[in-house]
């Protein structure tokens, strides 16, 4: 079975553009995750989709966004780009997002450079 | 505040000698605790979690509700464990997971 997909896999932006960032889940799973991975902050939860519904949201100011679409596939989107949102940007997904019995699988994330 | 902390960003041991790598958390409420693993070049993975008590790769973790710490342990570490190490929880409604800052093991021949 197919791991989860993300593209693309590297990307380079200036300040104040936008970016759209693409995660296709392993078949069957309906739930999604996204992470941001900085080496000054870690990882940090930006948000969480399940059946096309943000269902959990992280601390993250509202230029970050995301949606979800009936096939489970997520993308997420970045407006006004500042130069610190330069971050590895990881997407898991699960079956139906339930911790205690779920496995999260995690993509290769997209690496995004902000000039 | 929920935090995760995992106080050795190093972690420097022989082979053959017991590993252990801490961690400890702040939640109010009874958070669902996992460990996760990161090889050279490889995805960010599961290792194990706290609610199915079982042994992975020889780790084990058990979580200490008294002193709210989850350390992670194996008694022989192999060179292959080598490997970035997360500490995380998530909140039962969903995978909102906090990560700890994370502990790179480095064991040497």
């Known amino acids: 079975k197919a791991g989860v997909t993300q593209t693309p896999r590297y990307l380079i932006k200036t300040r104040g553009q936008q970016v759209t960032l693409s995660c296709s889940p392993i078949s069957g799973h309906r739930s999604v995750s996204w992470y941001q991975q900085t080496p000054g902050q870690g990882l940090q939860f930006l948000f969480e989709?399940?059946?096309?519904?943000?269902?959990n949201k992280g601390n993250f100011p509202g230029r970050f966004s995301g949606r979800q679409f009936s096939n489970s596939r997520s993308e997420m989107n970045v407006s006004t780009l500042e130069l610190g949102d330069s971050a590895l940007y990881l997407c898991?997904?699960?079956?139906?997002?339930?911790?205690?019995?779920?496995?999260?699988?995690f993509g290769p994330g997209t690496r995004l450079t902000v000039l | 505040a929920q935090r995760v902390t995992q106080p050795e960003k190093l972690l420097s041991v022989f082979k053959g000698a017991p590993v252990e790598l801490k961690c400890n958390y702040s939640y109010s409420g009874s958070p669902e605790l996992f460990w996760y693993v990161q090889y050279s070049r490889q995805r960010l993975q599961l290792l194990l979690r706290?609610?199915s008590r079982e042994s992975i790769k020889g780790f084990t973790a058990d979580l200490n509700k008294g002193e709210t710490s989850f350390h992670l342990k194996k008694p022989f570490a192999q060179e292959e464990d080598s490997a970035m190490y997360y500490c995380a929880l998530s909140h039962t409604g969903g995978f909102k997971t906090i990560f700890g800052a994370g502990t790179r093991l480095f064991v040497k021949a």
């Open positions: 706290h609610i």
């Open positions: 898991a997904s699960s079956l139906i997002g339930q911790p205690s019995t779920d496995t999260q699988y």
């Open positions: 989709y399940f059946s096309e519904t943000q269902r």
